[in-house]
């Protein structure tokens, strides 16, 4: 159980108008506040704000990393059904699959 000393029994009731209220949002999504309170709490009181930022060309190069990962677990799954002469044609697709994994990764190499 919390410390009777340590529990919030006072409420702070604020409005906004729609774009206050979405500048407010955007800046703490950007934080690592999980949440508006905390968010505001370590606002009022002075506390340091750590904000993040993403990368969009990273973040695009790791979804297509993803998506050919999930590719080779569906190949790696075919294999294990197929018969030996299916092999060969699952065996071409795996290696047009390595070779987009070759290209995303020296894309991401590239923007690091």
Request: charged share 30%; net charge positive.
């Amino acid at each position: 159980m919390k410390n009777e000393k340590n529990l919030r029994t006072k409420r702070l009731l604020l409005y906004f108008t729609h774009e206050e209220f979405l500048k407010i949002k955007h800046r703490q999504q950007n934080s690592t506040c999980p949440n508006m309170g905390v968010y505001f709490r370590k606002l009022l009181f002075s506390n340091r704000i750590v904000s993040t930022y993403r990368n969009r060309s990273q973040d695009d190069i790791l979804h297509e990393v993803s998506q050919v990962r999930k590719n080779l677990e569906l190949l790696y799954v075919r294999i294990g059904q197929t018969e030996v002469e299916d092999t060969i044609g699952i065996l071409q697709i795996l290696r047009e699959e390595l070779f987009s994994l070759d290209s995303a990764v020296e894309k991401m190499l590239e923007v690091w």
